[in-house]
């Protein structure tokens, strides 16, 4: 094995060099014939910062038997923990951070395969975009979803039955005592959340991609299962550096768009939609968003999970996970996309499967023509996305007047304001939210509906804005509005009482205000000015891509057209 391992570059010899190297590694505790044996780096980001990520510490003991009874040798290396609990003003900031972080430690460390031990809604794809641009044998554990709570009586699902309460509380449907005690039944244990949120929609992609062992992705934390997948894992790597199963040979377009379908099928996280463009944007591969929005056309909403649905992550794990969803779709599908057991999905998934429980029978979905709408137009040139499996069917075609929300704090501010000038038919607009804005495009598009509505009974309205939402919202928003408000896309010329139209069956969203009214307002508007002016912020901002392109830097991505084409930012500096 020797012969073709890249760490022995660094082992192999007796020169000084070589012998320096050794001599590092057995000063802490690995010996041994280090020139015959992969080394493997184990991923891990486990923190009490994050209590998504803290199962990876001890899948990271499991990968490292694992990895040991094969005949390697596991080292830890130590990552940034992207959380979105926590992290100020959004982990999305840090994503392309980890990235790096990931690629370099790989580029300069004598690692000849690595698992990605990730398990919250930035670390997967973070981890997978520097794997996937390093290109070494690599794969991914997951961390499972978190145990699930009751409030009275009910299952809670975390996040979204949090959304949920929360408009009951501000309106006076839940009293004080409620919320506190409602609060107490969501701190249920660590882990993902227990939706079909971002971090189990990229958990399902990661596998969907052929990234993961089949079957694992949805395992829940603490389950026995989940245990021997990272020890399974473990063992897989080593024979993958063996056989030169790199990411390159996994991550083609038959993977990306067969990712695409399962995202649509799971009715999954919009924020999936821009880490599938970021992790195709460092591969050779041309997925789109219009691609993403086409390869729902067909594709039926199966799984019954929150915020689509009504069960949790562990009822989609019991009705038998990503392998039997893609039999149920498996006519959608490109069964010839290769996975990391070296096999296709045709030689992966179960010949036939019922459906039931938390899997839908494709003839009784939750939704048709899949989960996601990409609309374009006069006030979104380059795309935004609408969650239509969480939104309300009845506001897809609307008309309305714009209340506009400058910033996150203003929205905050005047939302619950008895004086709001809103109605029912209004359109909420958030602006300045957007990649190089804030920075890093936080998860504030699901505008909270106007106390002044939500306490008459108003559920749902048509909002519009730059910002992404968590993967447990719900509700009519189209998010990512590209290009954004901060770098002078058509957002920033929004005002109070402006018509705004949406179309999701014509795939369009649409500023109706004439051409003349907004050539003034485009030579009166002022770039905003950013307060970053050194570190990683102000980096991110010069070079972060819009949400169309996954909002990865410029310089991170692989040499493509459309790169070439990328236009930077216009964001003022003081």
Partial sequence: MSDHLRSSAWFVGDDEVAILHRVALRNSGIDGPLERRPMIGILTSATELNPCNLPLGELADEVAEGVREAGGIGVRLPVMSLGEDLMKPT????????????????????????????????????????????????????????????????????????????????????DDEGWAEFERCLSCGVGACNTMGTASSMAIVSEALGLSLPG????????????????????????????????????????????????????????????????????????????????????????????????????????????????????????????????????????????????????????????????????????????????????FRHT???????????????????????????????????????PGMPEWGMIPIPAKLASIGVRDMVRVTDARMSGTSFGTCFLHVAPEAAIGGPLCLVRDGDLITVDVAGGRLDLDVDVEVLERRRREWVAPVSEHLRGWPALYQSHVMQADFGCDLDFLRAPTEAHRRFVPPVVGRS
């Fill in 91 to 174: 982990a999305m900031l840090y994503r392309n951070l980890l990235s790096i972080e990931v690629e370099e430690y790989l580029r300069t460390y004598p690692i000849d395969g690595v698992v990605l031990l990730a398990n919250c809604d930035k670390s997967v794809p973070g981890a997978i975009m520097g794997a996937a641009s390093a290109n070494l044998p690599a794969i991914v554990v997951t961390g499972g979803a978190r145990p699930v709570a009751a409030f009275r009586g009910r299952r809670v699902g975390t996040g979204t039955d949090l959304w949920r309460a929360w408009e009951d509380h501000r309106t006076g449907r839940l």
């Fill in 216 to 395: 694992t992705s949805v395992i829940p934390t603490g389950d026995p299962a989940r245990t021997a997948a990272a020890r399974d894992s473990g063992r897989r790597i080593v024979e993958m550096v063996a056989e030169g199963l790199v990411p390159s040979t996994v991550l083609t377009d038959m993977a990306f768009r067969n990712a695409a379908r399962v995202l649509h099928a799971i009715g999954g996280s919009t924020n999936a939609i821009i880490h599938l463009l970021a992790m195709a944007g460092r591969t050779a591969c041309t997925l789109t968003l219009d691609e993403i929005g086409a390869l729902g056309r067909g594709i039926p909403v199966l799984a019954d999970v929150e915020p689509s649905g009504a069960g949790l992550i562990q009822d989609f794990h019991a009705a038998g996970g990503v392998p039997a969803l893609m039999t149920l779709i498996a006519d959608h599908l490109e069964l010839d996309a290769i996975t990391v057991t070296g096999r296709t999905w045709s030689k992966e998934i179960p010949a036939s499967f019922p459906g039931g429980a938390a899997l839908r029978d494709p003839a009784d979905p939750l939704h048709t023509d899949g989960a996601f709408a990409v609309v374009r137009g006069t006030l979104a040139p380059d795309g935004a996305v609408l969650k239509t499996s969480a939104a309300t069917p009845a506001l």
């Fill in 400 to 438: 309305g007047p714009a209340v506009v929300f400058t910033s996150y704090d203003d929205m905050r501010t005047r939302i619950d304001s008895p004086n709001l000038d809103v109605t029912a038919d209004s359109v909420l607009v958030l602006v300045g939210a957007g990649p190089v804005a804030v």
